[in-house]
Nanobody, 121 residues
């Protein structure tokens, strides 16, 4: 599976960005999709995940109520809508796939290249 995240950029605090994760090579709906982020000098952390057919979602406490995650299996694409962005959301954002059911860094099967999100104060 090849994953490509896009949609990052520079935004002011309080603004919004929408990230996309396009997949190719395997059946998209075979996998849960998870977004992670990594800020400079910090470990990669879980942001949000969505199950194969979108029935289950989960968010980290730091983004709950501000971010939404979705997927369109017909388009082989997943999304992360980020609203009310804060400077502490600045990081490289990665999408990843897993069929293990474990939504952790170690549980991911495939990783995409990241996309930079920078939130200015």
């Amino acid at each position: 599976v090849q994953l490509q995240a896009s949609g990052g950029g520079l935004v002011q605090a309080g603004g919004s960005l929408s990230l996309s994760c396009a997949a190719s090579g395997r059946t998209f709906s075979n996998y849960d999709m998870v977004w992670f982020r990594q800020a400079p000098g910090k470990e990669r952390e879980f942001v949000a995940g969505i199950s194969r057919f979108g029935r289950s979602t989960y968010f980290s406490d730091s983004v709950k109520d501000r971010f939404t995650i979705s997927r369109d299996n017909a388009k082989n694409t997943g999304y992360l809508q980020m609203n009310s962005l804060k400077p502490e959301d600045t990081a490289v954002y990665y999408c990843a796939f897993t069929y293990s059911g474990t939504w952790s860094v170690e549980g991911m099967t495939y990783w995409g290249k990241g996309t930079q999100v920078t939130v200015s104060s």
